[in-house]
């Protein structure tokens, strides 16, 4: 249920306030109680950007956060569909399962410049370079809240946050008993069950399990006859998913956890070369996290593994890709106006394709400083330098281009992020930044190898691409505006980008003796983006809730040509808006999205790969929900209710579905 927030301290009292919350235990990270902090601060609270509890409006970084109970009256049954109904953010649909998400342009299909993470933890695949949402195993139902952060964010958050960053931060065992159970049936045989459990475990421990199962039809029209026949594209999409973490303390002044997860999800994701080909994944991750209350501050590490095997239609090709990380940072309090967080990474990334196997080593230093040298104002400077090392093997087939001696390579790269908030009263914050974002190319187009002789032709991975960089300015503006009980936020940004990937689609014309014709990625050029963000939320009496995003991205580009499109991949414009209501027992959401023209490449049958362009669209969902008891909701919800099918993208029609869902907790 929603509540009016109220006025709440500001500048010391507001950090002496949070002092006292946690001093009851040592501020250790795994020991955040958001809830408390959320109810304090008076609206949600992000440690993320600097390791200290800070109001979203006051993180250095532009940063949204979606709650748990606007993902709860949300809706939906995708992170996704939740992103495009509370931001402005660049959310295209191609079927039943399978989304793109980008940040102020070029969203193109599986783009590569978002990183996403759960509780710190990377779920961005570095072998295709992108995030794939329908495999990521968490329920909607165990998320406390979802941050997002607009803009290049590499020094702060990690490799490869060129475009920004979703980190998807789950509910805290060690302070939540949490047991809920969601049934979901709908047209278009859709059926669902999830449930989670979360609860403490004697002193400072705790336990968290979750589980789904999930199939449903895929959209029925639009598929060409090779991809519904030969690539296995109509079939309908399933997913099972299970994940568990135990939190525990290691002494009084320490604690550690450790999470697994598994998942398989079968879908025909839409490539970025414009086809649809039925994918069978499977992913397992395991992670060990230790962190520890010392005098020389507070020490964190972590070491986890993500693992990816990837079965293709109509082929024979398996992939097999995994990632190691581990990290080790120290977050150090000097006085009261200096937070120091210095960091250590190294990460071992690898793709075997059967004959070839391609991968690299990063080794990475980075120190975050934040300063409040005044009440009112503070700065954060991070600075972070990836070194890359590059290694493959079984690439000595004359009828390629390329040879495993051309995979010894070595290069360095240095992000850096530059952030200033002033809170110029108890209503206005200003907030000004600058970044350097640097994204590696994907393995697939550093090391992809396959051959299509009845086709006559063949693709190769470039081992001599070279990072994306990408240089991002933004001046924010935010108001609470206590007439409308919400805030008001203007964010003005302009962004240079060099080095995109133009993807294996781009075709390459090499020597005579290179077997057939051959497609191999190449750097585009140059490009930038200029725009603005507006967004206003608020409340009506006790009872209404409302809010309206509204984005404009301007794209300009100097690129060769290629099947990929990133310049016009997003559309210009886009609003979402936002309208709930509560009354008793019974609550209803309303939201609707608008998105100007987009345009994108899409392979036809007997035609090849074409040009095609979405044309400006409404789309609008909604939810009506009976809280039968205080445990127990009754709710009907709906998608794309303006049509029985609409185009919102250049790929499939989006089909007008209804879901009846029922919600426990205990």
């Known amino acids: 249920m929603t509540r009016r927030q109220r006025s709440v301290p500001r500048g010391p009292a507001l950090l002496l306030a949070a002092m006292a919350l946690l001093a ?105 370079g992108y995030a794939a949402w329908d495999a990521i195993p968490v329920q909607l139902s165990e998320i406390r809240q979802i941050e997002v952060v607009k803009g290049p964010n590499s020094a702060l958050f990690g490799f490869n946050a060129v475009a920004g960053v979703v980190n998807i931060i789950t509910r805290n065992p060690v302070h939540e008993r949490h047991s809920s159970a969601v049934l979901r049936l709908g047209t278009g045989r859709y059926r669902e069950a999830s449930g989670v459990a979360s609860a403490p475990m004697g002193e400072g421990g705790g336990i968290r399990l979750s589980a789904g199962l999930r199939g449903e039809r895929n959209w029925g029209r639009g598929y060409t006859d090779f991809e519904y026949g030969a690539l296995d594209a109509g079939r309908d999409p399933t997913r099972a998913q299970v994940a568990g973490e135990v939190r525990f303390p290691l002494g009084s002044q320490a604690r550690g956890s450790i999470d697994a997860s598994y998942g398989r999800t079968i879908s025909a ?144 790269t240095l992000a850096w992020n530059l952030g200033l908030v002033w809170r110029v009263s108890d209503q ?28 006559g032709y ?119 808006a936002r309208l709930g209501w509560s009354g008793g027992p019974v609550e209803l959401d309303l939201f609707g999205r608008y998105a100007s023209q987009a345009q994108g490449f899409r392979t036809v049958d007997e035609v090849g790969t074409v040009l095609v362009r979405s044309k400006d669209h409404v789309s609008v969902a909604a939810r009506l929900a009976y809280h039968v008891t205080d445990r127990m909701t009754l709710a009907l919800e709906g998608e794309n209710l303006l049509h029985q099918r609409q185009e919102q993208s250049f790929a499939l029609k989006a089909e007008r579905r209804f879901y009846l869902s029922l919600r426990s907790e205990f």
Do not use: C
């Not at 009261?336 to 967080?341: D, G, K, M, V, Y």
């Open 458 to 576: 063949q693709d190769t991975g470039n081992p001599f691409l070279k990072p994306t960089v990408v240089d991002d300015y933004q001046l924010e503006y935010g108001r609470r505006i206590e007439v409308i009980d919400g805030r008001f936020v203007a964010t003005v940004f302009h962004q240079r980008n060099s080095g995109f990937s133009s993807g294996l689609s781009a075709a390459t014309h090499f020597p005579p003796d290179v077997a057939y014709e051959t497609y191999s990625p190449y750097n585009l050029g140059r490009s930038s983006a200029t725009g603005f963000d507006l967004s206003v939320k608020g409340r009506l009496a006790e009872a209404v809730n409302w809010g309206v995003e509204y984005r404009l991205a301007s794209v300009s580009s100097e690129f060769r040509p290629s099947l990929l499109d990133p310049k016009r991949a997003s559309p210009r414009h886009l609003v979402s």
């Open 24 to 128: 009851a235990s040592p501020a250790l990270a795994l020991d955040i109680d958001h809830t408390a902090l959320e109810e304090l601060f008076g609206e949600p609270v992000t440690t993320s950007a600097t390791g200290k509890p800070q109001r979203a409006s006051d993180a250095p970084v532009g940063m949204d956060i979606i709650t748990a109970e606007q993902i709860r009256r949300s809706g939906a049954r995708d992170i996704p569909a939740v992103l495009a109904r509370y931001t402005s953010l660049d959310v295209h649909q191609y079927n039943a399962s399978d989304y793109s998400v980008g940040i102020r342009g070029y969203a193109t299909p599986m783009t590569p410049r978002l990183l996403v993470l759960v509780d710190g933890r990377q779920v961005y695949l570095d072998h295709y």
């Open 428 to 455: 206005d914050t200003i907030r000004l930044s600058a970044a350097r974002g640097v994204g590696v190319p994907t393995l697939y187009d550093l090391g992809w190898r396959d051959s299509y002789p009845d086709f």
């Open 269 to 412: 994701p839409f490539a970025d070369y414009g086809q649809f080909w039925r994918e069978d994944k499977r992913i397992w991750s395991l992670r060990g996290r230790v962190e520890a209350d010392t005098t020389i501050g507070l020490v964190e590490g972590q070491l986890y593994r993500n693992s990816f095997r990837g079965l293709y239609a109509a082929t024979p090709f398996v992939t097999d890709h995994s990632v190691t990380v581990a990290e080790l940072s120290d977050t150090v309090k000097l006085g009261a106006a200096h937070t120091l967080r210095p960091s250590l990474q190294y990460r071992h990334a690898v793709m075997d394709i059967g004959a070839s196997e391609v991968g690299y080593g990063v080794a990475s230093v980075g120190v975050m400083w934040n300063w409040a040298f005044d009440p009112q104002a503070e700065t954060t400077v991070a600075l972070r330098y990836d070194h890359l090392w590059l290694r493959g093997k079984g690439y000595d087939n004359p009828d390629f281009p390329y040879r495993s001696a051309d995979y010894d390579r070595e290069f360095g």
